[in-house]
């Protein structure tokens, strides 16, 4: 499924999403190695991933017009992030790639009781800086909803919540990985403050809410959040995050 790659920038979008863009490595192996400890693993698999890309993949697939502002590496994870964000119809006009960081990535390592380990190198996501901000600002102001997590530095992810808040578009922050003394103006800024335990079906869940929030505004927010719950039910049921986010013509229609 592909869709045109390029939007101008005079165009409106229903979801812009401010955050990160994560490269998954993950390792299966029968246990969690110990330390120093060399062992077979028996699958192996690069995915997309990060919190921001997540949400913003999720909302695309459901026929959400999205935005991703964001910053990877001039690497081939950087490459391919690209590339992928085009083929989910996501415009890529505010995705900077940067000599001075790699893209971020997360080594991860999965037992065979489904439990994990995780090693989160930023990279490039750190980067993501006010002048990055600036030259999207447009398209921040004008957009239905801005969604917005803490994969990216606190206080650009802030800066975002700010200039769209001030614009009167709705705002979702969804403050994870979670911080123990987060900055009190979050909670002014935000309209829908939204945590998550689980990270793949999390992310579906807020993509689909930041889709109902932008085309169906009359609709109750109770009644969004049941059906965005539906739609990151459907992911838990395949491997992989975004591999698992479900597109709108896979989910039955009354959904829309």
Partial sequence: MSFPAHHSSDEVYG???VGSCMTDL???????PKAGETIHGHKFFIGFGG?????????ARLGAKAAMVSKVGKDSFGDNYIENFKNNGVSTEYVGQTDEASTGVAPITVNDEGQNAIVIIAGANLLLNLEDLEKASRV???AKVVVCQLEIRPA???EALKIAHKAGVKTIFNPAPAVADLDPEFYKESDVFCCNETEGAGDSFLGALAFYMAYYPCMELEEMSRRACDIASVSVQSQGTQASYPHRAQLPQELF
Wanted: hydrophobic letters at 50%; proline letters at 4%.
């Fill in 15 to 17: 979801v812009v999403v």
């Fill in 26 to 32: 993950v390792s299966f192996t029968p246990r969690l």
């Fill in 51 to 59: 919190k921001g890309a997540n949400q913003c993949i999720q909302a």
């Fill in 140 to 142: 921040i102001s004008c």
């Fill in 156 to 158: 650009i992810t802030l």
